[in-house]
């Protein structure tokens, strides 16, 4: 027997007098805290199916924490929270209720989201240590003329 995820259907196998469904899915991991979708906005450039603006608009329930916030998370602009950040991927319309719209966050966990930015400084820095010693050279070749 095949097991894999992408099967859309369980697989049934008998073993003795009795019939077993076998099926695999994807690790669930149940969060202290909720996100509700509270409204989306799609909008697209003039005349073109081109994406000017994905937005959602979503409320964090967290009882242990006592909070209670709206967040907008779109384009380039993704929530951080408790270590997992949320990302504006794909709008589109709820297959039960077609006139109501739905909204894909991909979630992702990355302990590293700080290296690029550490990266950024350092190369910042190292460019104004660069700045500097040519600056002192320029100056005190300059000052015996």
């Given at each position: 027997?095949?097991?894999?995820?992408?099967?859309?259907?369980?697989?049934?196998?008998?073993?003795?007098?009795?019939?077993?469904?076998?099926?695999l899915r994807s690790e669930r991991q149940y969060l202290p805290?909720?996100?509700?979708?509270?409204?989306?906005?799609?909008?697209?450039?003039?005349?073109?199916?081109?994406?000017?603006?994905?937005?959602?608009?979503?409320?964090?329930?967290?009882?242990?924490?006592?909070?209670?916030?709206?967040?907008?998370?779109?384009?380039?602009?993704?929530?951080?929270?408790?270590?997992?950040?949320?990302?504006?991927?794909?709008?589109?319309?709820?297959?039960?209720?077609?006139?109501?719209?739905?909204?894909?966050?991909?979630?992702?966990?990355?302990?590293?989201?700080?290296?690029?930015?550490?990266?950024?400084?350092?190369?910042?820095?190292?460019?104004?240590?660069?700045?500097?010693?040519?600056?002192?050279?320029?100056?005190s070749r300059r000052r015996p003329?």
């Open positions: 027997w095949l097991v894999s995820s992408l099967l859309t259907h369980p697989q049934e196998l008998k073993v003795g007098d009795k019939m077993w469904r076998v099926a805290y909720s996100v509700q979708l509270l409204k989306t906005t799609y909008e697209v450039y003039p005349g073109t199916d081109i994406p000017k603006n994905f937005q959602s608009r979503v409320r964090i329930e967290n009882q242990p924490r006592s909070e209670n916030r709206e967040v907008d998370i779109y384009m380039n602009n993704p929530l951080r929270y408790e270590g997992l950040t949320f990302y504006q991927y794909q709008m589109g319309r709820d297959e039960i209720d077609p006139n109501r719209p739905s909204s894909t966050l991909q979630v992702v966990e990355n302990p590293g989201w700080l290296t690029p930015y550490l990266g950024c400084v350092m190369v910042g820095a190292g460019m104004l240590i660069q700045f500097l010693m040519h600056l002192v050279g320029f100056i003329a």
